[in-house]
Nanobody
């Protein structure tokens, strides 16, 4: 059974950057699609970015050009580099693979 553990969230000022990490155990991620979702207070969970096992990436329109998803299969880890952060990026960010979710990490963008 796969387990996902996210880290790297925190408080950052508008325009700042953060990098989230998601370490998987119980499964070699190289064979699976991986993704990041987020959920802001009072809103539904939404897709942020995905990276297929073949390396294809996709992004929500709201984060294109600012966020980058990457994966290091040797470390069984997927990353989300977030630049030019905005207050509307404030949310709990969740790592995902094959129907399994991590516990989430809080990202707060505020001055």
């Amino acid at each position: 059974q796969v387990q996902l553990v996210e880290s790297g969230g925190g408080l950052v000022q508008p325009g700042g950057s953060l990098t989230l990490s998601c370490v998987a155990s119980g499964r070699f991620i190289r064979f699976y699609d991986m993704g990041w979702h987020r959920q802001a207070p009072g809103k539904q969970r939404e897709l942020v970015a995905t990276a297929t096992s073949g390396g294809t990436t996709k992004y929500a329109d709201s984060v294109k050009g600012r966020f980058t998803i990457s994966r290091d299969n040797t470390k069984n880890t997927v990353y989300l580099q977030m630049n030019s952060l905005k207050p509307e990026d404030t949310a709990v960010y969740y790592c995902w693979t094959g129907g399994t979710w991590g516990q989430g990490t809080q990202v707060t963008v505020s001055s």
